[in-house]
C-alpha cells in the first residue's frame, strides 16, 4: 500500500487531491512538523529534504509535491492532458513549483509571529512576487476552465493546493482582485474529491500551538547561532 506522509499545509494537499482523484488506497502517515518530525533520521531516509510531503510506493520513494503528482499521473495515465499540450503542463506545473509556491510561501513566512519585525525590503519583495504570480494565473484563465487546454490536470491540483490559502495571501478578499483565479478556484472546489481531500487527517492529533518548539522546528536559520 502507498504510504502518504502528510501535514495539513498546502504542498501535502495537492497530493490528498491527486490521491483521492484516483481513487487509490493508501496509508496517512502524519507528518508533525511543528513538532520537528520531518527533521528525524527515519524521516529523512524517506525525503532527505526534510519536509512534506513524501511518498512511498511499494519500494519507490517519491518527495517533492509535485514530482509526487507526475509520478502518479504518469504511473495511472490521468490528468496529464492531452499529448499535444504536454509542454503547456509541463510549464504551469514547473511555474507552480517554482513561482506560485514559493512566493505565496514566503510572503506568509513573513507575516508570521517568527519574522514580524524588520525585513520591510524581503516583505515588499514576497508580497508583490506573490501578487503578480496571481496576476500572470488570472490573465492566462481569461476565457478557460482549466489551467492546460480543455481537461483537469495535475497542473489545476497543484494550483489548487496554494490558491486554497488565498486568503493567507492576499488577505480576507484579495482574491476578489483575481477574478478570473476566482472562478477557476470556485470550479475545482465544486469538485467530490476536493471535500474528499480536504477530510484527509481530521481525525489526526497533530499539534496546533506555535511555541518555540515549533518555531525551532519550522525556522531553524533563526536558532543557527545559539545552536
Given at each position: ?39 528525524s ?25 509535485n ?26 506545473l ?7 509556491g ?20 524581503a ?42 490559502r ?37 481525525d ?24
Open positions: 500500500m502507498i504510504k502518504f506522509y502528510f501535514h495539513h499545509t498546502p504542498n501535502p494537499m495537492k497530493v490528498a487531491l491527486l490521491l483521492e482523484e484516483l481513487g487509490l488506497s493508501y496509508e496517512v502517515v502524519p507528518l508533525d512538523t511543528f513538532k520537528g518530525e520531518q527533521h533520521q527515519d524521516y529523512l531516509a524517506v525525503n532527505p529534504n526534510g519536509k512534506a510531503p513524501a511518498l512511498e510506493d511499494h519500494g519507490t520513494r517519491v518527495f517533492d509535491s514530482a509526487i503528482l507526475l509520478y502518479l499521473a504518469e504511473k495511472h495515465s490521468a490528468f496529464l492532458g492531452a499529448p499535444d499540450e504536454r509542454a503547456e503542463m509541463l510549464s504551469w514547473f511555474w507552480i513549483a517554482s513561482g506560485l514559493p512566493f505565496s510561501g514566503q510572503w506568509v513566512h513573513f507575516q508570521t509571529a517568527g519574522a514580524n519585525e524588520g525585513g520591510d525590503y516583505k515588499r519583495r514576497y508580497k508583490y512576487e506573490a501578487e503578480r504570480h496571481y496576476g500572470v494565473l488570472d490573465r492566462h484563465l481569461v476565457g478557460r476552465d482549466f489551467v492546460v487546454g480543455n481537461s483537469y490536470t495535475i497542473a489545476d491540483m497543484a494550483a489548487w493546493g496554494w490558491v486554497d488565498h486568503a493567507r495571501v492576499l488577505g480576507p478578499d484579495g482574491i476578489d482582485a483575481f477574478p478570473e483565479v476566482k472562478r477557476w478556484y470556485s470550479g475545482v472546489n465544486a469538485r467530490p474529491a476536493v471535500e474528499r481531500a480536504r477530510a484527509i487527517g481530521t489526526l492529533r497533530l499539534k496546533t500551538t506555535f511555541d518555540e518548539e515549533t518555531a525551532r522546528a519550522l525556522f531553524p536559520s533563526n536558532f543557527a547561532a545559539a545552536s
